[in-house]
Nanobody, 130 residues
Framework: QAQFVESGGALVQPGGSLRLSCAPS????????IGWFREAPGAEREGVSC????????YYQDFAKGRFTISRDNTKNTVYLQMTSLKPEDTAVYYC???????????????????????WGQGTQVTVSS
């Protein structure tokens, strides 16, 4: 079954930066648009950002705009999420999944957005705390 492996999570102080990586297990990323999501304790999984496989278009939820940058390197078969100016409220398990990035621009709800993506990995923990 197609699945992703997320890595790069860590404990970081407020204002710090992290780069998360998302790599597929057993297939190549070239043909897929990839989204990053996060799930904080007691909260619903929410979309963070998405990058299209067609033209490299990127999409961001409002809280990520200006702080997070999504990118992909098909030669390394990896999608990245560069996070800067991290805040305690960014603390969550971060996941990547495949789907259609256009759902990020026609946002209805976190549940609906998350349901449009699949092949979830185990996630990587990001903790922002002093």
């Amino acid at each position: 079954q197609a699945q992703f492996v997320e890595s790069g999570g860590a404990l970081v102080q407020p204002g710090g930066s992290l780069r998360l990586s998302c790599a597929p297990s057993g297939f190549t990323l070239d043909d897929y648009s990839i989204g990053w999501f996060r799930e904080a304790p007691g909260a619903e999984r929410e979309g963070v950002s998405c990058i299209s496989n067609i033209n490299g278009s990127t999409y961001y939820q409002d809280f990520a705009k200006g702080r997070f940058t999504i990118s992909r390197d098909n030669t390394k078969n990896t999608v990245y999420l560069q996070m800067t100016s991290l805040k305690p409220e960014d603390t969550a398990v971060y996941y990547c999944a495949m789907g259609d990035c256009r759902f990020f621009s026609v946002y209805i709800s976190d549940h609906y957005l998350t349901s449009r993506f699949g092949s979830w990995g185990q996630g990587t923990q990001v903790t922002v705390s002093s």
